[in-house]
């Protein structure tokens, strides 16, 4: 039998009864969401843009992507498929920004500033987060994370890290193992993991001072001293990362 108080169903679980999750990951999971900030108190995440036809019956994105030569304003286009690893991989995809006739062309300051791009679908419940530098202009297949977009006022005495900071921590496998068993279930079905704008405000974002020195192969160390896992617990917590990464 499984108990669990009405407390963890509430501040853990946002209210939600979740027999999935192992007993063994309580404990884990509590130390994470205590000792971190929502993502979404610290940025606002949000969908890329919808290149349709504002109009019902009217044209699909692919209307918009064009050669540059026959672009009147070409902007280089991302989609979450184009997304490889730690980089974005430009296909050449062109896409004639026209903000009037497109049914939610969000603005030019969302994209043209370095920004996160988190894949809004998943394959595995591990969340993917890439850097982009280049200005690219993304489709609503990428949720975006952006200095530029309605930012947060921040709680008080908390930092606001920077995005490659952020970035580093999104990849970490304790903010997966967070977002697998406290934010996300399995998939019916096997299929599509969300990962939301809504979703991806919800991840945990660890502000301590040291993380500001975080590097990918010591973030997790990091974070786990900062929560205050114990040895057990970090290995708990890396087995089922190693796990995800295989399958």
């Given at each position: 039998?499984?108990?669990?108080?009405?407390?963890?169903?509430?501040?853990?679980?946002?209210?939600?009864f979740?027999?999935?999750?192992?007993?063994?990951?309580?404990?884990?999971?509590?130390?994470?969401?205590?000792?971190?900030?929502?993502?979404?108190?610290?940025?606002?995440?949000?969908?890329?843009?919808?290149?349709?036809?504002?109009?019902?019956?009217?044209?699909?994105?692919?209307?918009?992507?064009?050669?540059?030569?026959?672009?009147?304003?070409?902007?280089?286009?991302?989609?979450?498929?184009?997304?490889?690893?730690?980089?974005?991989?430009?296909?050449?995809?062109?896409?004639?920004?026209?903000?009037?006739?497109?049914?939610?062309?969000?603005?030019?300051?969302?994209?043209?500033?370095?920004?996160?791009?988190?894949?809004?679908?998943?394959?595995k419940?591990?969340?993917?987060?890439?850097?982009?530098?280049?200005?690219?202009?993304?489709?609503?297949?990428?949720?975006?994370?952006?200095?530029?977009?309605?930012?947060?006022?921040?709680?008080?005495?908390?930092?606001?890290?920077?995005?490659?900071?952020?970035?580093?921590?999104?990849k970490?496998?304790?903010?997966?193992?967070?977002?697998?068993?406290a934010?996300?279930?399995?998939?019916?079905?096997?299929?599509?993991?969300?990962?939301?704008?809504?979703?991806?405000?919800?991840?945990?974002?660890?502000t301590?001072?040291?993380?500001?020195?975080?590097?990918?192969?010591?973030?997790?160390?990091?974070?786990?001293?900062?929560?205050?896992?114990?040895?057990?617990?970090?290995?708990?917590?890396?087995?089922?990362?190693?796990?995800?990464?295989?399958?």
């Open positions: 039998r499984k108990c669990l108080s009405l407390s963890i169903v509430h501040h853990l679980f946002d209210g939600q979740r027999i999935d999750v192992p007993l063994e990951y309580l404990d884990i999971l509590a130390k994470l969401a205590r000792s971190s900030t929502r993502l979404g108190a610290l940025y606002s995440p949000t969908f890329g843009l919808r290149a349709c036809s504002k109009k019902a019956g009217g044209f699909d994105k692919n209307f918009l992507i064009r050669r540059r030569e026959e672009c009147d304003t070409p902007v280089r286009y991302l989609e979450a498929s184009d997304l490889r690893g730690d980089q974005a991989e430009w296909t050449g995809r062109w896409l004639d920004y026209q903000p009037d006739i497109m049914y939610n062309p969000r603005t030019p300051e969302l994209f043209a500033r370095p920004k996160l791009l988190i894949p809004s679908l998943l394959g419940r591990r969340i993917r987060a890439v850097l982009d530098t280049q200005g690219f202009y993304v489709d609503q297949s990428l949720v975006v994370v952006s200095d530029q977009f309605e930012l947060p006022e921040l709680p008080r005495a908390t930092r606001r890290p920077m995005l490659k900071e952020v970035q580093i921590q999104l970490s496998a304790a903010v997966s193992f967070f977002f697998a068993h934010i996300v279930g399995e998939a019916l079905g096997g299929g599509a993991i969300h990962a939301t704008p809504g979703l991806v405000e919800r991840l945990p974002i660890f301590h001072p040291s993380l500001t020195e975080a590097r990918p192969e010591i973030v997790d160390s990091m974070i786990c001293r900062v929560a205050g896992l114990t040895d057990e617990e970090e290995d708990v917590l890396r087995r089922w990362f190693e796990t995800v990464s295989r399958s």
